[in-house]
Structure formats: C-alpha cells, structure tokens
C-alpha cells in the first residue's frame, strides 16, 4: 500500500492542526496504522497507532488528551488530529502501515509502508 501524508504546516503554541494519510494501491481497511515523529537529531518516536476497525488505540504519554487518531475506512485515511499544540511537537510526521491488522503497534518494526512525511512545526 502508498501513502500520502498531508496536512502540516507552521502553528503557534496552543494551537491544532489535523494530519491525514491516504492510502492507494490497496484498501487500507485490513492494516494497522500508525503516526510516528521525528525531530531534528532525534531517533523516530512512536506517537498513536490504531488497529483495522478502530476498535484498538494507543497514545504516546506525550500526546495522550491531546492528540486524537481515527480512521475512515470508506475514504481509506487515517487521521491525526493534534490539539493544544506544543513547540516540542515540532516534528516531521510519518503515517506508517502494518499488515497485521488486528492488533496495534508502537514499534517501526511491526510497520512495512511508510509515507513520505509532513512537517509539523509550533512556534512558542
């Protein structure tokens, strides 16, 4: 499956910004999916995963009341809506897909497609 990240941008402190992943080539509806970040220097970090049906969610502490994943399985994306925005949010956001739906996953290893990317920036 392609993915196509899509919706950052440059946002002060406090702030929201909502992420989407679209998927082409194969339905997403059977996969995990999963938002994961990466600042500058830093290794990719874990953010929230949801599993095929929504049904399954999980949230970095650092995100947790604040960020909200969810999935249309009709429009085949994922979302990731980001509220109360931080400077230390500022990242670039990959969507990330797995294979093994059922479950979700906190680990870039469980995931096998990856879209290119959004930067997400927060100004204090």
């Known amino acids: 499956v392609q993915l196509q990240a899509s919706g950052g941008g440059l946002v002060q402190a406090g702030g929201s910004l909502r992420l989407s992943c679209a998927a082409s080539?194969?339905?997403?509806?059977?996969?995990?999916m999963g938002w994961f970040r990466q600042a500058p220097g830093k290794e990719r970090e874990f953010v929230a995963a949801?599993?095929?049906?929504?049904?399954?969610?999980y949230y970095a502490d650092s995100v947790k009341g604040r960020f909200t994943i969810f999935r249309d399985n009709a429009k085949e994306t994922v979302y990731l809506q980001m509220n109360s925005l931080k400077p230390e949010d500022t990242a670039v956001y990959y969507c990330a897909a797995s294979g093994s739906g059922s479950y979700y996953y906190t680990s870039t290893a469980e995931y096998n497609s990856w879209g290119q990317g959004t930067q997400v920036t927060v100004s204090s």
């Open positions: 080539g194969r339905t997403l509806r059977s996969y995990a």
């Open positions: 949801i599993n095929w049906n929504g049904a399954l969610i």
